[in-house]
């Protein structure tokens, strides 16, 4: 059997059940002859909303008999042929009802040769999605204690028994020093500004989903009675971005930065936002 | 540090990578994968059932897919046979490379094939980023992968002006680069009078950190085969071996301090103990190519110093000198590196990918010119953290 | 601090809300059109192993072919070869339990997909039981594009 434009003429008839739309087959009550001549012969038979399809035999007692060359067959089926076209240029006869043939266009979804869709230009599905996955974290004793003393406006850090580091946030252990910390020191909540991150990059609040309002400032402060890199991370006054200065260390070379204190927030539930900001401490 | 010599030789006998885009619409990700996965079997002359072992990793929360490896196996070929995930944030593509070098090194396999991806495209970098913070503390500040910490730094010690024209001088060198390899996703034709005009013009992302120094969000998927002595010199007429590999990592910690110098990065660290294990003196002298992952102008631009050991203003001056473009004495990601093509779990492979290809000699239009036999390649992720991998032309260290 | 003192410990609620997106690629995208505009299912055959893939797959597994032309047409009827009642309600379902989900093999194919059975008791269910899909064009493009299966005359 032969390919025309890529399609077999078997392949328009094998899915014509899955084509089948009853809603188009309303009322039709018919039986269509299809003779394609070198191809071969079809019956299909239309009756109460169903159809069945026969595959050669005679055609003869059909309501419409369509005679057509597999070539322009193919070519109708997935709309590279004008019907009225072939049947003015006699590649296509239909000998019967010829209102009846009219109406088999609604009897099936049009015949879309699999593959072939590549070529064209696709429809690309694409689903959007936003995942919301709500989310119970334990805090543990060590950051349990932490956040409780936001409440009391107390900024808490751990002390490592060993090298003496502050961490606050803490942690449970000092990992260079591989022990368990033990003691917990009260620090600031005043102190020096260090690194800020101006940022203009609209990020979104992972625990919203929100854009944040830009631009907005990050920034690490070292807390008095904390020492090298033991920063605190929180957010600037954002009314105060251009009026702070970095403090730096490098080498020799000190800058001090401004010297900032927190603003507490009123309600205060043992989290982040107990503080709302750091803010320029004049 | 618990180090021991390989009980073998690990060869790079197959390289395959896709064409790095913002858009693959046309493709799911065991497609995208199944590109990369092709190149490679064919590059060695190999067939799916050639390979003992395959390692699979990408970093996780980007696509919102969770263990992808499982679905994968479309793409990958992993249908019964040994497999094995591996997800380390920004250096996954390091450590895949770690992982496979380690199962052939060790005996257990002969033949592993490493498959690294991303596709940035279908999910968002930087909130997929944040959410690997600390969710009771950092969540809340993290501001994804963008950073302005090196800019503070360089402008600190250099001041502002020879500060940013390095880095801009960088960025444009790593585009001029970008330029020559067909696979890179940005390719902006920059030209060097356009220096004043985006170190005042480019839009400013946090701080110094603007659009244009920043590496770009791409798809795309990396695969590399590695076989044992025996079997990689018969798979492939030119096989580069890894020689070595080291990975630090540390607490979770970012540099807020603005402590600056002396410092000791994961970088720093890596390159010293790497360097003094191989005995390698100098590593300018020593290493042909370098494929390092710079996510950003700023960044790439301040490690030089770390990974090459240098004091003072040295690594400023190579890139003003533009001693680290392709014909350079210092030949820095002749490929573009990262900021024209940053897949993230594929990005750390793609650097030893195209190392290998340069010693290969066979990369094409961005190959470097000349004999090039010793390839360093590097990786960055998580809260500054490094993988480093030396791969060599022939066997004889 | 004691070691096993908890009375510090608490539960903070939280929150992960994040933005993606699906691309189902050319063959993909050619299985969830054709199944909304032309209600077909549409698998792919391996010519090297024979198997008849649904979903429809670019490369075989197995043989690690490139299968992405070899379209076949399948038949919408198939059977159950395994299901499980799904009695746990949660907000990402896509039915009120109970439901039934089932692993159900088209005429045609050779690997089953999972999918809704509806229009039986989920007490009455069981394997070889013959079901057709019952199909939802105006949804999203997916696989839901199949509203569900139900038992077949
Ligand atoms: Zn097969």
């Known amino acids: 059997m032969a390919e025309y434009y890529g399609v077999d003429v078997a392949d328009i008839f094998n899915t014509m059940k899955s084509r089948f739309r009853p809603e188009g087959a309303e009322g039709v009550d018919a039986v269509f002859g299809y003779d394609i001549g070198e191809e071969g012969k079809w019956k299909l038979t239309v009756r109460q909303g169903e159809m069945t399809l026969d595959e050669g035999g005679d055609l003869s007692g059909c309501d419409v008999l369509v005679k057509v060359d597999g070539r322009t067959f193919v070519g109708l089926n997935i709309g590279k042929i004008d019907a009225m076209a072939a049947l003015g240029a006699a590649k296509l006869k239909v000998e019967g009802d010829f209102n009846l043939f009219a109406a088999t266009g609604k009897l099936f979804t049009k015949y879309v040769p699999p593959g072939q869709e590549v070529e064209q230009e696709q429809e690309l599905v694409v689903l959007k999605r936003t995942i919301s996955v709500n989310q119970r974290f334990a805090t543990g004793p060590v950051m349990g204690t932490f956040l409780k003393g936001l409440k009391e406006k107390k900024i808490l850090a751990i002390k490592c028994p060993v090298c003496g580091r502050l961490q606050s946030p803490p942690r449970e252990v000092c990992a260079p020093c591989r022990v368990r910390n033990d003691e917990w020191v009260e620090i600031g909540p005043s102190g020096e500004m260090r690194m800020l991150e101006y940022c203009y990059y609209a990020s979104p609040d992972p625990l919203t989903g929100e854009t944040r309002e830009t631009p907005y400032g990050a920034i690490g402060i070292l807390l008095d009675g904390c020492r090298k890199d033991e920063v605190f991370w929180h957010l600037l006054r954002p009314d105060q971005l251009d009026a702070v200065q970095m403090g730096i260390v490098m080498g020799d070379k000190v800058v001090h930065g401004s010297r900032l204190r927190p603003v507490w927030s009123e309600n205060r539930t043992g989290s982040i936002n107990d503080i709302r900001y750091f803010e320029i401490d004049q | 540090m618990g180090y021991k010599n390989k009980n073998r030789h690990v060869g790079i006998v197959g390289i395959g990578e896709t064409k790095f885009s913002s858009h693959r619409e046309d493709v799911n990700q065991p497609e995208m994968i199944h590109e990369a996965v092709r190149q490679a079997l064919d590059d060695a002359g190999l067939g799916i059932d050639d390979i003992d072992c395959v390692v699979h990793g990408n970093m996780e929360l980007f696509e919102m897919v969770h263990q992808p490896d499982m679905w994968h196996t479309l793409g990958t070929g992993a249908y019964g046979k040994s497999a094995f995930r591996l997800t380390t944030g920004g250096t996954t593509g390091g450590t895949l490379v770690s992982g496979a070098d380690n199962l052939v090194a060790s005996g257990m396999y002969d033949v592993v094939m490493a498959v690294g991806f991303q596709k940035l495209q279908e999910g968002h970098t930087t909130g997929g980023i944040t959410n690997m913070a600390d969710p009771l503390w950092a969540r809340k500040l993290q501001s994804g992968a963008l950073t302005a910490q090196a800019a503070v730094k360089v402008i600190a010690e250099f001041g502002e002006e020879r500060a940013r024209r390095a880095a801009m001088t960088y960025r444009i060198i790593m585009d001029k680069h970008a330029c020559k390899n067909p696979n890179a996703h940005r390719a902006f034709h920059l030209e060097w009078d356009q220096i004043d005009d985006l170190m005042a013009h480019s839009p400013p992302l946090i701080g110094d950190l603007r659009l244009i120094h920043m590496c770009s969000q791409s798809d795309g998927a990396c695969a590399i085969i590695f076989a044992e002595e025996k079997k990689a010199r018969k798979i492939s007429e030119k096989p580069v071996w890894v020689r070595d590999h080291i990975t630090v990592h540390r607490e979770e910690t970012l540099n807020l301090a603005n402590n600056y110098y002396p410092i000791d990065t994961t970088h720093r660290f890596a390159a010293e103990k790497l360097y003094e294990r191989n005995g390698i003196d100098n590593p300018l002298e020593y290493f042909d190519v370098f494929e390092m992952y710079d996510p950003s102008a700023w960044w790439g631009l301040d490690w030089l110093r770390d990974f090459f050991l240098l004091e003072g203003d040295a690594h400023i001056r190579m890139v003003e000198n533009r001693e680290i473009m392709i014909d350079g004495k210092m030949p820095i990601n002749p490929s573009g590196g990262v900021i024209s093509t940053n897949p993230i779990g594929a990005t750390a492979m793609i650097r030893v990918a195209e190392a290998a290809k340069q010693i290969r000699g066979d990369a094409g239009e961005h190959q470097v010119p000349g004999n090039v036999e010793h390839g360093l390649a590097s990786s960055f992720g998580g809260t500054m953290w490094t993988v480093l991998t030396m791969l060599e032309k022939e066997t004889n260290w | ?153």
């Open chain 3, 1 to 153: 601090m004691q070691k096993d003192d908890f009375s510090n410990s608490y539960v903070v609620e939280g929150k992960l809300a994040l933005p993606y997106t699906y691309f189902a690629g050319r063959l993909g995208s050619t299985f969830l059109t054709t199944l909304r505009d032309q209600a077909r299912i549409m698998g792919v055959r391996c010519d090297k192993c024979g198997k008849v893939f649904l979903p429809p797959r670019q490369t075989c597994e197995r043989c690690l072919e490139d299968i992405r032309d070899k379209w076949v047409a399948l038949e919408s009827t198939g059977v159950v070869v395994n299901f499980t009642v799904v009695r746990q309600q949660d907000k990402h379902l896509p039915r009120k339990t109970p439901y039934v989900l089932g692993m159900i093999k088209l005429d045609g194919a050779d690997t089953p997909i999972v999918h809704i059975i509806e229009g039986v008791d989920p007490d009455k269910i069981s394997e070889g039981m013959r079901v057709k899909a019952i199909f939802a064009p105006e949804s999203e493009p997916s696989i839901l594009l199949i509203n569900h299966f139900e038992p077949a005359a």
